[in-house]
Nanobody, 118 residues
Framework: QLQLVESGGGLVQPGGSLRLSCASSETIFTFKSMGWYRQAPGKQRELVATITGITGGGSTNYADSVKGRFTISRDYAKNTVSLYLNSLKPEDTGVYYC?????????WGQGTQVTVSS
């Protein structure tokens, strides 16, 4: 069973930075695309950033609210996808989930908490 495991969340002050990492138990060549989503308390899960696979040329897409602050990248050698979060704001607080979009089904990690607070 393919698994995605996130790490790197935590508590950070406004303006700070974090790096989230998602490790796949299988090669990430498996996925059409990978991405990060987040869910704040009382809100629906929303897209943060995605990156296409080999067939898509590694194109990236970001939510307007994070453009210029967050960067998504993937490492085929390590089977990981990372999200670099800079200039963090309190409204970035939430549980961040890794997603892998396969050719047959989607896969999700268990989530990692990011809290931005002074």
């Amino acid at each position: 069973q393919l698994q995605l495991v996130e790490s790197g969340g935590g508590l950070v002050q406004p303006g700070g930075s974090l790096r989230l990492s998602c490790a796949s138990s299988e090669t990430i060549f498996t996925f059409k695309s990978m991405g990060w989503y987040r869910q704040a308390p009382g809100k629906q899960r929303e897209l943060v950033a995605t990156i296409t696979g080999i067939t898509g040329g590694g194109s990236t897409n970001y939510a307007d609210s994070v453009k210029g602050r967050f960067t998504i990248s993937r490492d085929y050698a390590k089977n990981t996808v990372s999200l670099y979060l800079n200039s963090l704001k309190p409204e970035d607080t939430g549980v961040y989930y890794c997603n892998g979009r396969g050719w047959v089904q989607d896969y999700w990690g268990q989530g990692t908490q990011v809290t931005v607070s002074s």
